[in-house]
């Protein structure tokens, strides 16, 4: 089986949980092969990345030579798929938020993808995300006489779903995977019961190779670890108003922040602003080595996040036994039982937030590893990434087998 992989920029510093996936649907016998709409836009920090880096092919970035003769092969081989699918593209740019023109370019990155496809004798094409990248692929598909489907995590897509082409995109794909149940629930939203049937809950998942030999001890430490990038969905704001409260109350504990993001300068100011910037680390990006050491270094992980899909950071947590304190946001209480193995505070709610840190710190050795023991047997039971490989590599099969049918 040989199918293709698309992601608007792959790989990414912030998308590991793709590359995992990739990795243990190729350790299933599936062979993948890469395309990226573009490079990332992040430095590659771990050697993982850099492999898939020289594995992956870029569209935008291919060169203008390279790009102009396989939109032509395409348009030469294919002319009424073509131009199917540029009508398509045009339709969906009219109602977009990124317009016409994006839309020619989507259709042209398309095109290019097709061929790249035909060549390489690609049935079917699978899309993480379902903006920019899906329209790139469901387009393609079309032009190349291929199936598509796509991963949809959220919450952006689930914020403009009309404006993202999302119904369509549905109806085109054999099959939308969700990430979380809640997922599913705010897909089925936008297509009627009848299209319900296309709708699939596979989540992402934790490699073995991250957590084998974790400690389930949680060390007696007042430290916090929050993973993520950072980010307005993120919260990491509500944690440093959760820092001051906890400061005020005369609590003994300290931060580290690993991931880096469009927020940070704002972050760093309410820090400063509220005076716990000496008990906030930021540590920016890391390898996936670092992060695991990061994590087991801390009392409880935090991810204090206003919006989701169903975070992998927080799997990781729980796959090195630490208990979460997260937010009733999302795929999040699919994960976090309060507690369990963890605390959950209303998003935004920086005393709530606070408190949970203190009941946190306040815990003895053996509950801190009962509750992290909790959360590792569920992520271990529930989000093992070579199992999940084993239901995304049936749902390939059906569609492509659905495909030789037609």
């Known amino acids: 089986m040989r199918i293709a992989y698309l ?47 020289a594995k992956t092919r870029i569209i935008v970035g291919a060169g203008a030579p390279a790009l102009v003769a ?12 073509s131009l199917a699918a540029l009508g398509g593209a045009l339709r969906m740019g009219a109602r977009s938020e ?31 995300f379902g903006t920019n990248s899906a329209t790139v692929a469901m387009l393609a598909a079309r032009v190349a006489g291929a199936s598509f489907s796509m991963t949809v995590h959220g919450p952006e897509e689930f914020d403009k779903p009309g404006l993202i082409a999302l119904p369509e995109k549905m109806k085109k794909a054999r099959f939308v995977v969700a990430v979380s149940r809640y997922g599913a629930s705010q897909l089925r939203r936008f297509v009627p019961p009848t299209d319900w049937s296309r709708i699939q809950v596979v989540p992402c998942g934790v490699d073995r190779a991250f957590h084998e030999g974790a400690p389930l001890a949680t060390p007696d430490a007042t430290r916090f670890c929050s993973v993520g ?89 729980f796959a090195l036994g630490r208990p979460v304190i997260s937010t009733y946001v999302a795929g999040v209480p699919e994960l976090v039982a309060p507690g369990v193995n963890g605390w959950l505070a209303p998003a935004g709610d920086a005393e709530a937030l606070a408190a949970a840190m203190a009941e946190a710190l306040a815990l003895d050795e053996a509950a801190a ?18 199992l999940i490989a084993v239901r995304l590599k049936a749902l390939f099969a059906q569609a492509l087998a659905a495909g030789d049918a037609a």
């Open 229 to 317: 990038r950072l980010s307005a969905q993120k919260g990491q704001v509500t944690l440093v108003e959760a820092a001051a409260i906890l400061r005020r109350k005369g609590v003994r504990f300290s931060i580290l922040l690993v991931g880096d993001g469009e927020m940070r300068r704002d972050i760093e100011n309410a820090a400063r602003r509220l005076g716990v910037s000496d008990c906030i680390e930021f540590a920016g990006w890391r390898t996936p080595a670092e992060v695991r050491r990061a994590i087991e270094s801390c009392r409880a992980f935090v991810l204090p996040s206003y919006a989701e899909g169903l975070p992998v950071s927080i799997m990781e947590a």
């Open 369 to 386: 590893r009962r509750m992290g023991a909790e959360g590792r047997a569920r992520v271990l039971a529930l989000h093992d990434i070579d």
């Open 98 to 128: 990124a317009g016409l023109l994006r839309h020619l370019f989507y259709w042209a990155e398309a095109l290019a993808l097709a061929d790249w496809m035909g060549r390489e004798r690609l049935a079917h094409v699978h899309a993480h």
């Open 7 to 53: 992601v608007n920029q792959y790989p990414s510093v912030s998308h590991s949980f793709i590359r995992r996936e990739i990795l243990a649907l190729e350790r299933q016998g599936v062979a993948i092969a890469r395309f990226s709409v573009r490079r990332s836009k992040t430095e590659f920090l771990a050697e993982e990345d850099k492999e898939e880096a």
């Open 70 to 81: 396989a939109i032509g092969r395409s348009f030469i081989m294919r002319p009424l798929q």
